[in-house]
T-cell receptor, first 118, second 111 residues
Framework: GAVVSQHPSWVICKSGTSVKIECRSLDFQATTMFWYRQFPKQSLMLMATSNEGSKATYEQGVEKDKFLINHASLTLSTLTVTSAHPEDSSFYIC??????????????FGNGTRLTVT | AQRVTQPEKLLSVFKGAPVELKCNYSYSGSPELFWYVQYSRQRLQLLLRHISRESIKGFTADLNKGETSFHLKKPFAQEEDSAMYYCALRGGSSNTGKLIFGQGTTLQVKP
């Protein structure tokens, strides 16, 4: 089945530094990827929609200059948390769409990245 | 506005008992509804979607547009069903439509 690989699984960084998270679709092409953020015991909050070859679409309230998204190829999207602060500590999850011919495309999720900013 | 509501944070049942996880949605157009499941220490995975009208692992869900609901049901719960369940809605263009998730319900099936 379709697999989405997210790397790293967890990262600890110092306040003020930047962190890059990668999301790869391993055996399918993903024209669209989505980035979610999940706080403990809460739901997934959509941050942005990443489209290959074009600018990402950010949800209301998400700072695009802080959360830089690049979707340079059909199998890779990256999320860079710039100048991270402790309040950015969270669980970040990516998902990618796979096209099938019968139904509208399902979403496949990565394993998530636990970011801790000290 | 698009919204998905799962009123129960936790649902605890005994093995063999029927299960119903509630999901209500708010969307002005014609939505696509999904149920996703997250087992302990695993990634989120698709359980079922209304468009395919399938039964997965004994679970079914019927879209009720009149009540704007998409409740997930299983007649006889198993211990391995214990997990976090998310109801999700996809609105807008099916080409780019984003998924909006409910708050999630933890299902705990006791032996």
């Amino acid at each position: 089945g379709a697999v989405v690989s997210q790397h790293p699984s967890w990262v600890i960084c110092k306040s003020g530094t930047s962190v890059k998270i990668e999301c790869r679709s391993l055996d399918f092409q993903a024209t669209t990827m989505f980035w979610y953020r999940q706080f403990p015991k809460q739901s997934l909050m959509l941050m942005a929609t990443s489209n290959e070859g074009s600018k990402a679409t950010y949800e209301q309230g998400v700072e695009k200059d802080k959360f830089l998204i690049n979707h340079a190829s059909l199998t890779l999207s990256t999320l860079t948390v710039t100048s991270a602060h402790p309040e950015d500590s969270s669980f970040y999850i990516c998902s990618a769409r796979e096209w099938d011919r019968i139904y509208n495309s399902p979403l496949h999720f990565g394993n998530g990245t636990r970011l801790t900013v000290t | 506005a698009q919204r998905v509501t799962q009123p129960e944070k936790l649902l605890s049942v005994f093995k063999g008992a029927p299960v119903e996880l509630k999901c209500n949605y708010s969307y002005s157009g014609s939505p696509e509804l999904f149920w996703y499941v997250q087992y302990s220490r695993q990634r989120l995975q698709l359980l079922l979607r209304h468009i395919s009208r399938e039964s997965i692992k004994g679970f079914t869900a019927d879209l009720n547009k009149g009540e704007t609901s998409f409740h997930l049901k299983k007649p006889f719960a198993q211990e391995e069903d214990s997990a976090m369940y998310y109801c999700a809605l996809r609105g807008g263009s099916s080409n780019t439509g984003k998924l909006i998730f409910g708050q999630g319900t933890t299902l705990q099936v006791k032996p």
